[in-house]
């Protein structure tokens, strides 16, 4: 890649989107394995709260990214926001379908979470499968953890 500065922020910013991403993902498994310990969190206000609080965190860190990157106040807050909750909204519903998933045992009942972060990082076709396993691994071990505490 050249030495060309815009290029250096441009990789910065996509690694944080990336992060933010994958945070969204780690959010749907912490609301999935509430819901393997209490069915009805998914219906109830603290489910509300948990929303709210995850698509806050991730519009915080999008906008502590934008000042860190030298574009200060150069995008327009509401539209920011409402793009991390469409990002909440795509990873609620991936994380209800692995619910589904999970109550009617389909396997991979793990593919529409994966599907949805793939998605949002832009993961070529051909390194989908290359990342399946590790991912699932992840998610497998995360939900544990999760459902644990």
Same mark, same amino acid.
């Given at each position: ?11 910065k910013t996509l690694m944080n989107e990336w992060g933010r ?16 310990? /209490?069915?009805? *969190?998914? %219906?109830? &206000?603290?489910? +509300? ?6 698509? /806050?965190?991730? *519009?915080? %860190?999008? &906008?502590?990214? +934008? ?13 920011? &926001? ?8 795509l990873a609620k519903s991936a994380m209800m379908d692995f ?51």
């Open positions: 890649m050249p030495d060309i500065p815009e290029f250096r922020v441009m990789n991403c994958c945070y969204l993902y780690v959010a749907a498994l912490s609301a999935t394995a509430e819901f393997k310990i /209490n069915p009805d *969190f998914l %219906s109830n &206000k603290d489910f +509300a709260v948990y929303e709210d609080q995850v698509v /806050n965190e991730v *519009f915080n %860190s999008f &906008k502590q990214s +934008a000042i860190q990157d030298g574009l200060g106040n150069q995008y327009d807050e509401n539209r920011a &926001k409402s793009l991390y909750i469409n990002d909440w909204n619910i589904d998933n999970l109550s009617k045992n389909r396997h991979p009942s793990d593919l529409p979470l994966m599907h949805f972060l793939f998605r949002k990082i832009g993961t070529p076709d051909i390194f989908e499968k290359t990342l399946e396993a590790p991912l699932r691994s992840f998610t497998k071990e995360t939900l544990k953890e999760f459902v644990q505490q």
